[in-house]
């Protein structure tokens, strides 16, 4: 009985090194949502070279994914967690010589490749901590070191670039310290033991988690526009909250998270991410004419709870799919998907904005947020007709 028991623990110092590794990369990652921009701004940039850099970082973290997770069961998870950190911290460093546009668009494409790695590996490792049966709140719980850096990582940063007059070399120095803390911890945690039997080649691309991975690519696209240029709607608004809304959105998610996977363990995971993708939806909006501080930092808490429960959700129904052989090629499918979309949502929206006002856009961002809801509707009516 003893050891039933402890089969089924969840939470460990194990388990506690890998999510202080998550919050601190994730720290040195949204801490740079409201200094960035302006960094690129008063380097000479402008509104489509913000979108082209968070686009440039996302895109180096997926390219080098598919062969990362067709290889990450005989190279090991945490090797590749450590790796990813390390590459992340080394780019960062480099940030402190205030480099130009080119040389900062270069550093960002390397941490881009760390990043890849790091989220990879971190994904993988949490669905190998999760016991048979509680996928869905194993997910929950780590899931909740990416919020909670949302939480303060961007509020931080926008009162430092605010006291500091905009003193880069202080900003980025902030974020380096917390790439290194990522580092440390990354260092020790322990891979949990598998069955490395029939470990071989193997596909790029998993089919297993095409659905999720679609439906996972229509959340971030919307999550991309936001951290690219809610920054700068802000300013157009007049809305001195923006650092609020990160803070609010990111709490909302880390409750909505752990609730909703321990729901869809029990409900099925279609019954939980199905009615919280309208909600967030109907967040999106509430943003699109947000006119005051109050208004929009209730989106955020609106929008908090439909995307942490959908995300929880829809990862689980990912996992479910998969067999631990499968996890890495599998994962490397959805978290390449998961970055697709804020490439998509960060450098379609950065060319758009020449044409269109941040009203419209985060309209199209609420109807791309609805798109996995009217396919599952047409779905069901074409069964309902055969």
Not at 70 to 90: E, F, P, Q, T
Not at 177 to 204: C, F, H, K, T, Y
Not at 286 to 307: D, K, N, R, V
Request: proline residues 5%.
């Amino acid at each position: 009985m003893t050891n039933g028991v402890q089969k089924e623990k969840i939470i460990s110092l194990n388990f506690m090194a890998l999510f202080g590794a998550i919050f601190f990369l994730f720290f040195a990652l949204d801490y740079y949502i409201p200094i960035l921009p302006f960094y690129v701004l008063d380097t000479g940039g402008n509104e489509a070279s913000v979108g082209l850099l968070m686009g440039l970082f996302t895109f180096c973290s997926i390219v080098l994914r598919p062969f990362q997770g067709r290889d990450i069961n005989h190279r090991g998870r945490k090797r590749l967690l450590v790796m990813g950190i390390s590459l992340y911290a080394a780019a960062g460093l480099g940030l402190l010589f205030l480099p130009p546009l080119p040389l900062l668009f270069m550093l960002r494409a390397v941490q881009g490749f760390g990043w890849g790695a790091f989220l990879l590996a971190f994904n993988t490792l949490t669905l190998d901590l999760a016991p048979p049966g509680r996928r869905g709140e194993v997910v929950g719980l780590m899931g909740i070191a990416p919020p909670f850096s949302l939480a303060t990582a961007p509020i931080i940063g926008e009162y430092f670039r605010i006291t500091t007059e905009s003193n880069y070399v202080i900003l980025f120095a902030v974020a380096s310290v917390a790439a290194l803390i990522a580092m440390l911890l990354g260092s020790l945690v322990r891979e949990p033991s598998r069955d490395r039997s029939g470990e071989g080649g193997s596909p790029l691309f998993s089919r297993k988690v095409l659905l999720p991975s679609l439906i996972i690519f229509c959340m971030t696209f919307t999550l991309g526009a936001i951290l690219t240029f809610l920054p700068l709607f802000g300013e157009v608004r007049n809305i001195q909250a923006v650092g609020y809304f990160f803070t609010v959105f990111a709490l909302t998610t880390m409750f909505s998270r752990p609730a909703a996977g321990r729901l869809s363990d029990h409900f099925g995971r279609p019954k939980v991410f199905l009615p919280a993708l309208v909600v967030a939806a109907a967040a999106l909006i509430m943003i699109a004419s947000a006119a005051t501080e109050a208004q929009l930092i209730l989106s955020a808490f609106i929008l908090g709870l439909g995307f942490g429960a959908a995300h929880s959700s829809v990862m689980a129904m990912a996992a479910d799919r998969l067999q631990v052989m499968e996890r890495g090629i599998g994962m490397a499918t959805f978290t390449s998907a998961f970055d697709l979309g804020i490439v998509a949502g960060s450098v379609t929206l950065g060319v758009l904005l020449r044409w269109f006002d941040f009203s419209a856009l985060f309209v199209l961002c609420a109807v791309i947020m609805l798109a996995p809801l009217l396919g599952n509707l047409i779905k069901q009516k074409m069964r309902v007709s055969a």
